[in-house]
């Protein structure tokens, strides 16, 4: 059974960093191929925000965080992280780690979510 725990949320002036972390347990390489973070801001729908393959060679970004956000997995592959930075109040939102098997787009595993709020 996958397992899903997100920590690192908080809150951070604009132009601030904080640091995301996803505890992942029960993963496997079948399992958790893929991992990724999304959110979602009060009033609007889930978005995606960035994913990495297994081995973390494979990264993909929304447009409105690339340059200011990095995924990363440990290399145990029982973490996935997010490092934001140069945070902006458009970032507030609640943070949610997910998986997917590979070659599969749907993911199938989340996390309870762990929120940001950024002040301008």
């Known amino acids: 059974q996958v397992q899903l725990v997100e920590s690192g949320g908080g809150l951070v002036q604009a132009g601030g960093s904080l640091r995301l972390s996803c505890a992942a347990s029960?993963?496997?390489?079948?399992?958790?191929?893929?991992m990724g973070w999304f959110r979602q801001a009060p009033g609007k729908e889930r978005e995606f925000v960035a994913d990495?393959?297994?081995?973390?060679?494979?990264?993909s970004y929304a447009d409105s965080v690339k340059g200011r956000f990095t995924i990363s997995r440990d290399n145990a592959k029982t973490a996935v992280y997010l490092q934001m930075s140069s945070l902006k109040p458009e970032d507030t939102a609640d943070y949610y780690c997910?998986?997917?098997?590979?070659?599969?787009?749907?993911?199938?595993?989340w996390g309870q979510g762990t929120q940001v709020t950024v002040s301008s």
């Open positions: 997910a998986a997917r098997r590979a070659g599969v787009v749907a993911y199938h595993y």
């Open positions: 029960g993963c496997t390489r079948s399992s958790c191929y893929n």
């Open positions: 990495s393959n297994w081995s973390g060679g494979i990264t």
